[in-house]
């Protein structure tokens, strides 16, 4: 069965300083790999999927299949930063005859201080 | 943007009582599921449903869980006889079809069994 491992539940940085926040998934195959925010009251959002290859509010992660990690990455934090942080998975689609759950990390809380 | 709503916010209930919790999926999305988060860990997947039918269940989807579409807006996730270990956080999900789009996420309800 897939998992996905998110080693720190908290991560405390000052504001602009590099954040890098871990996550490492097994699975044998293509997975989609995604990182969720939920800010504090709010729902969870999905904030960058690796196929996209994009760059979102400065995060960026890369999908490394040789590690089996999907690191999420910000060059310089800012308070609004503050946030919790999940990874997740889903399989290829079809795979499980559609349906695409994801499997979510035990989260890292990201705090910014000042 | 159109959201995911889900209501009630907050549902206390006691041991054996059954509850329903409802979700508004984004009108034109075509998967759904429901997730739950038990305080301190992580979101689990708990169903998915497409077609009017369960695409996939997890294990902890047993009998005393059922899901519903019964009116094409609505989506219900049904517990008929609750137990102190369903207190959690229950997230519902809509995603429009396979592709580059993402799950959308209500923002909870918080089932408290007493």
């Known amino acids: 069965a897939q998992r996905v491992t998110q080693p720190e539940k908290l991560l405390s940085v000052f504001k602009g300083a590099p954040v890098e926040l871990k996550c490492n998934y097994s699975?044998?195959?293509?997975?989609?790999l995604f990182w969720y925010v939920q800010y504090s009251r709010q729902r969870l959002q999905l904030l960058l999927r690796h196929i996209s290859r994009e760059s979102i509010k400065g995060f960026t992660a890369d999908l490394n299949k040789g590690e089996t990690s999907f690191h999420l990455k910000k060059p310089f934090a800012q308070e609004e930063d503050s946030a919790m942080y999940y990874c997740?998975?889903?399989?290829?689609?079809?795979?499980?005859?559609?349906?695409?759950?994801?499997?979510f990390g035990t989260g890292t809380q990201l705090k910014v201080e000042l | 943007e159109p959201e995911v709503t889900q209501t009630p916010s907050h549902q206390v209930t006691q041991m054996g009582q059954e509850v329903i919790l409802r979700c508004v999926p984004i009108s034109n999305h075509l998967y759904f599921y429901w997730y739950r988060q038990i305080l301190g860990q992580k979101v689990e997947f708990l169903v998915s449903f497409y077609n009017n039918e369960i695409s996939e269940k997890s294990e902890i989807f047993d009998d005393q869980f059922s899901v519903e579409r019964p009116d094409g807006s609505n989506f219900t996730l049904k517990i008929r006889s609750t137990k102190l270990e369903d207190s959690a956080m229950y997230f519902c999900a809509s995603y429009s079809s396979r592709g580059a789009d993402t799950q959308y996420f209500g923002p909870g309800t918080r089932l408290t069994v007493l």
């Open positions: 997740a998975l889903s399989l290829p689609w079809g795979l499980t005859g559609g349906g695409n759950k994801l499997t």
């Open positions: 699975y044998s195959g293509s997975p989609e």
